[in-house]
């Protein structure tokens, strides 16, 4: 028998997506997306948390979105992802041609991986997102009854070990390790629509048993922290926030390390972590409030 305070009661789906306390949240996780890619440290818990947020958010809108529709429009989202993906890959596949050396030129045409990652490696969120969605709507399905949130939450636990394991042990190609912790944590936000509770248990789980596995406690525990952050973020009483600041968060992370590249040239390669991470943000920032204002690109964003 499940104990009924462990179930949380289906959601009422918000009337809108654009909760505040949640955009709040997405523009926190892009700065910190550009932080850690400033920082490059060897113990990445704030790329981890930052990424971990917005796996989690989108699973967790996806299931609203289904929830309030009765169905899941896939075609319509597997488009809203694929076009931006391969309108960015044309723009970046001259930018890393330009920057790389004979041997990475070499490298970037021959690289299997090519179609998963396009050519600059932060573009592997798209694809990831692209096959992640069938996902949705058979998980929103599963967890109507308390019964079916018990077996989603049992089974992101199953899936979650050993994916957390893969992702913090090392030795897979790029972008597998990112699709091993962004996979679970993107079905625990689905999940979440339906049994908050549940799916915050399995995250937990997951993550203790990550960092038994590999001893990187800034991998896997990560994903409770971002899945505590979405949970609280969206009980935060604030009101709509100014600039489309939560609008503004996916331009941030396809532009920043084209943005970073300005502020290399401009400053020397070895500029201190904090000037590139805020130039960097602040640039892509105002790119993106740009690009939203203009009709043929702001879909791109």
């Not at 704030?46 to 989690?56: D, Q």
């Not at 967790?60 to 309030?68: E, H, I």
Request: charged fraction near 10%; proline fraction near 8%; aromatic fraction near 12%.
């Amino acid at each position: 028998m499940v104990p009924v305070a462990l179930v949380a009661p289906a959601v009422v789906p918000p009337a809108t997506d654009r909760l505040a306390g949640l955009d709040l949240g997405r523009f926190l996780a892009a700065f910190g997306i550009v932080l850690t890619h400033a920082l490059v440290s060897p113990t990445d818990w704030v790329g981890n948390l930052s990424l971990g947020y917005f796996h989690i958010l989108t699973g967790w809108l996806a299931a609203q979105s289904a929830m309030r529709a009765g169905a899941y429009p896939l075609r319509r989202r597997f488009w809203r992802l694929a076009l931006p993906f391969l309108a960015w890959s044309a723009f970046y596949l001259p930018v890393e041609w330009w920057i790389a050396d004979a041997a990475g030129r070499a490298a970037l045409l021959g690289n299997p991986m090519l179609l998963l990652t396009g050519p600059s490696l932060h573009l592997w969120y798209l694809p990831f997102l692209i096959l992640s969605l069938p996902l949705v709507w058979p998980l929103v399905q599963a967890t109507r009854g308390a019964r079916g949130q018990v077996l989603a939450s049992a089974g992101l636990v199953l899936l979650g070990v050993p994916l957390m394991a893969l992702h913090g042990g090392g030795g897979l190609p790029v972008p597998l390790p990112q699709w091993a912790f962004g996979l679970p944590l993107f079905a625990a936000g689905i999940v979440m629509a339906r049994a908050e509770a549940l799916s915050l248990a399995a995250l937990a789980a997951m993550g203790a048993a990550g960092w038994a596995l590999t001893g990187a406690w800034w991998a896997a525990p990560m994903g409770l922290g971002a899945g505590l952050l979405c949970a609280a973020l969206r009980r935060l009483p604030l009101a709509a926030l100014p600039w489309q600041i939560g609008r503004t968060a996916f331009g941030i992370y396809l532009l920043h390390p084209f943005m970073a590249l300005f502020v290399y040239k401009a400053l020397g390669t070895g500029v201190h972590w904090a000037p590139l991470t805020l130039l960097s943000f602040a640039a892509s920032w105002g790119a993106t409030v740009l690009l939203l204002r203009l009709p043929l690109l702001r879909a791109l964003v």
